[in-house]
């Protein structure tokens, strides 16, 4: 696995999510609160807990996360997205877990713990590839690898959503 730079991958994501939320007109704090909640709960729990935490609070926005994974990863266009579902979960109660699943799962792509022919494409998908990562004893490999790049994504979200 080559070296990745954090910083490019979480310039690149957030770009690519700002390119859509820029079309809400719902405050998007939410999405900044979620970051920065990811990085804490990394530290605190650990990588899969942390994910099996969001996946919980994301599972009325199923939708959100398919739409957003396909785009962020480059596997579909920006013009296939449902913008306004996309938009309703950046407020209200259990808002931005969705897209922050889509932005870590985007990550571990981007990392190379996720081929391009298994991209977790549905919920259940994520929890198998975190079910896998488990069983093969890779999860401190991830989370060492991820955590520089969910900090980055802090960093920027707070900085356009906070």
């Keep these: 696995m080559s070296i ?3 910083v ?3 310039l690149e994501l957030t770009s690519k999510l700002d390119d859509i939320l820029k079309r809400c007109r719902e405050t998007k704090e939410a999405v ?3 970051a ?3 990085a804490n709960l990394l530290t605190q729990l650990g990588f899969t807990p942390t994910l099996t935490f969001y996946l919980s609070k994301a599972s009325e926005r199923k939708r959100v996360y398919s739409d957003l994974i396909g785009y962020l990863t480059g596997k579909s266009e920006i013009k296939s997205l449902n913008i306004t579902n996309i938009c309703r979960d950046v407020t209200g109660e259990g808002s931005g877990y969705s897209i922050l699943l889509a932005l870590v799962t985007a990550c571990l792509f981007k990392l190379g ?3 391009e022919n298994k ?3 549905t919920f259940r998908d994520l929890i198998d590839f ?3 990562i488990r069983e093969k004893g890779k999860e401190l490999s991830v989370e060492r690898s991820l955590s520089p790049v969910v900090i980055e ?3 920027l979200l707070n900085a356009l959503y906070g």
Excluded: C, F, H, T
């Design 4 to 6: 990745i730079d954090p």
């Design 8 to 10: 490019k991958v979480a």
């Design 32 to 34: 900044a609160r979620r």
């Design 36 to 38: 920065n909640d990811l």
């Design 113 to 115: 713990y996720i081929e």
């Design 119 to 121: 991209i977790p494409s």
């Design 130 to 132: 975190l079910k896998n």
């Design 153 to 155: 994504l802090k960093k």
